[in-house]
């Protein structure tokens, strides 16, 4: 480092604050990075000083502190010379001066990095020298000083008292601090190194107890900390009121209504309106009907005809579509608003956010970045961290989100009163958990939600979903719920709703629980009718003892098996074994402990698991293995070799099994499955009923007349003797039941299945194109045999290809299956022209 001259002076800009008061708008930039009109706030400091003779700047960094690096370099192209020293930790104010004490000499100015101000810092500098300080604090009046550190000072400037963060009644004065000091080196020698310490709290009140000479100047001119988004926003408005000396970029140009400073490259239709003081940036362009007040519209930006923006402060990047109407509004970096959305006063939008048409977001919400409102989604709580925000809070019968972020428990008692309220007055809900202490904390946030619009609550605890549905058939309570961590991400929470029955809750009565948890239309009850909360003991046992009654148990205990199960930690571990032990089969349990905060499988344990669970099979000569996932609905099935059966190969398995035992007349599965399952059908006189891709449109086909078995592409069965749901642990048990019965194993099963070939592509299409894309592929396709129930399933004799819309995804997925994969690729490949072709 080089020190500088010890007769002149340089400064310290203090660049290391989080912004955390800013946020969303410093989520991917640090604070002295925001723009203000269009130009970085730590800029416009150095602008500040380098007008008052200050050209030699050290820059503390710490947070993201590469991009100040990057953007500034050495500083020569903004006519100054920069030196970084980083930090590696916070040390706060003063020790943070100290770590970088090296490079420094003679009078030093400290100056945050997040300020706005047009301060003559040549007179404070003056003054400083003058009364011959050791430090001065540059002061400044404001209406309001409780946010900030209020000083006194005497008639000749020296200070008296400091008070930190006042109450009304402790403001003695509206002179506060305004973090910018002026510093001779001496005062280095009394920071102590690499520990925290903070100027005004720390060193400056230690000088007052020594008498050392500390010094107030109460300057002139316009002073606002940006340190949170009112702040902000009155910092720009006053700068376009020309309230501040800065400079503005661009060409001035008078308007009728007012004035305007233009970019190079930016285009403003003559039927384009501007009003008051609007800044607009470089290579912009501004259609025709559009209308802007006292507005600042950063580089690259589009603004679309109709468009009203009042108030508004766009960086760069920024697209505004037709009819968009914003007021007070800020979108940062990159954001899109779609055609005919209504901002409402106070909204902020982070970086890279894309607004949906026709999409209505209520006041003072803010959006995260990266964040997707879909269209005609209404917003009226912020939008934090997670993938997106739907007009829809159910995704088909469960609700997704981050916990105690996205999920929070704030969120969970308002859900539950919303669910009362349509489950109604008396009567009682099911609900259930597992065993991950997030899951608790937002369950019982449920709880009372539920309980506060009366009803009565049948808590199970920690079970497996499939007892809540068993509990369900019974009758007794009006629809259940279960929370748990995401199977495949533990900071991932799901709440899944049930109704009467034990089916997934249909969408019909999701939309009616929506409408009621955004309108806030649910009523709470007086204290006296507040809903019990009772703990049922009975359940578990009453399940057994079904689940043993549906089974031949004479021939699974005479064929004495040898299988070796993992229960990934997951509540089965809880009921399963005893069923096992009264059976006679000899397992080898493995994760069979529930572990609270280790029931997620992501793809990298997942192959570690089955890996062991092969090992195991083979080493022990078991006649299968099974892994169970941690919510118990679905298996992974290995054969007695140690390979693992795909899913589509564990369907066709299972689906040959129970024909060959049961002689079924219909069994049913989801369009996606293969055409093998009709080829076996047919092989053994039974129908195939065709569902929906998911849960629900299973449990609606095990409810046809004559279907006894549901088999799914994704790991889930249901023997619909038992129960309507997805049961991992009834499906793990009757599968062994059938393999007895007919004397199959799976490899032999699997050498025995009809050969196709299947291929599956991902094809990217934006979301507002995807009802286009669909309905050129409905006529393109509409003179083949074809299957409508989920997507498309184009038939073409000994072939076929299912176009499947990404149900939250901008994609399709292509699944296609033929006697060779040559034909199955060509049939694959010839739809993804087409989608890229319809999408245009």
Known sequence: MTKNKKNGSNAVIMAGGFGTRLRPLTCHRPKPMIPLVNVPIMERVIDLLKIHGVKELVVLPYFQGEQIENYFGDGSAFGVNITYV?????????GSVKNAADALGGTTIIISGDLITDIDLG???????????????????????????????????????????????????DTINTGIYILESEVFKHIPPGVESDFSQDLFPQFLKRRSSLFGYIAEGYWRDVGNIGEYQQATRDILNGQVKIPFPGE???????????????????????????????????????????????????????????????????????????????????????SGTHILDGVTIGEGCVIGRDSRIKPQVKIWPSKVVEDGAVLSTSLVWGERWARELFFESKITGLANVEISPELAARLGAAFGAFIGVGNSVVTSRDGYLSSRMISRAVISGLMSTGVNVENLRTVPIPIVRYELRSGKEKAGLHVRSSPTDGSVKDIIF???????????????????????????????????????????????????????????????????????????????????????????????????????????????????????????????????????????????TGKLLDHHDALLAVVSLHLQHQHPERISVPVSASMNVGILARKYGAQVIWTKDNHRGMMDGGSEAGVSFVGGTKGGFIFTEFQLGCDAMFATVKILELMVSTGLRFRELKRS????????????????????????????????????????????????????????????????EAKTKDKARRLVRSFVRQIEKYRE
């Not at 980083?86 to 003063?94: I, K, P």
Request: with cysteine; net charge negative.
């Open 753 to 816: 299945l009809p050969k196709l070939n299947m291929v599956r592509e991902t094809v990217p299409c934006p979301l507002e194109k995807k009802g286009q894309v669909m309905r050129r592929l409905m006529k393109a396709t509409e003179k083949e045999e074809r299957i409508l129930l989920d997507g498309i399933r184009v038939h073409y004799g000994d072939s076929y290809v299912l176009i499947l819309p990404g149900a939250d995804q901008s994609s399709f997925l292509l699944q296609a």
């Open 252 to 338: 001035k140009r008078d308007t009728e209504h007012g004035w305007a400073w233009i970019g190079q490259g930016t285009v403003v239709d003559p039927g384009a309106t501007l009003k008051g003081a609007v800044v607009i940036g470089n290579n912009c362009r501004i259609e025709g009907e559009a209308t802007l007040e006292n507005t600042v519209i950063g580089d690259d930006c589009w603004i679309g005809p109709r468009a009203s923006i009042l108030r508004g402060i766009l960086w760069d990047g920024v697209r505004v579509g037709d009819g968009v109407h914003m007021t007070d509004d800020i979108v940062a970096h990159g954001s899109t608003i779609s």
């Open 498 to 640: 049930f109704d009467g029955t034990g089916r997934d809750l249909p969408v019909s009565k999701t939309k009616a629980i929506e409408r009621l948890f955004f309108g806030e239309d649910f009523h709470r009850v007086p204290h006296h009718e507040i809903g019990h909360l009772n703990y049922p003991y009975r359940v578990l046992e009453s399940y057994r003892q079904d689940f043993l009654e549906h089974l031949n148990r004479s021939a699974i205990s005479q064929a004495r098996l040898k299988v070796v199960v993992d229960y990934a930690n997951g509540a089965a571990a809880m009921v399963l074994p005893t069923i096992f032990g009264e059976l006679g089969i000899e397992v080898i349990s493995l994760n069979a402990y529930h572990e609270t905060e280790r029931v997620h499988m992501t793809q990298e344990n997942m192959e570690n698991i089955i890996l062991q669970l092969s090992t195991i099979v083979t080493s022990l000569k078991a006649d299968a293995g099974f892994l169970i996932d941690p919510g118990a609905q679905r298996i992974f099935i290995v054969d007695e």
């Open 86 to 94: 980083r930090a590696e930790e916070d040390l706060g104010t003063a």
């Open 123 to 173: 007179k404070a500098v003056a003054f400083h020298r003058r009364k011959g300080a050791l430090a001065t604090i540059v002061l400044t009046r404001v209406n309001n000083p409780l946010p900030y550190g209020i000083v006194i000072t005497n008639r000749n400037g020296r200070i008296l008292r400091f008070l930190e963060k006042p109450t009304w009644g402790e403001v003695f004065s």
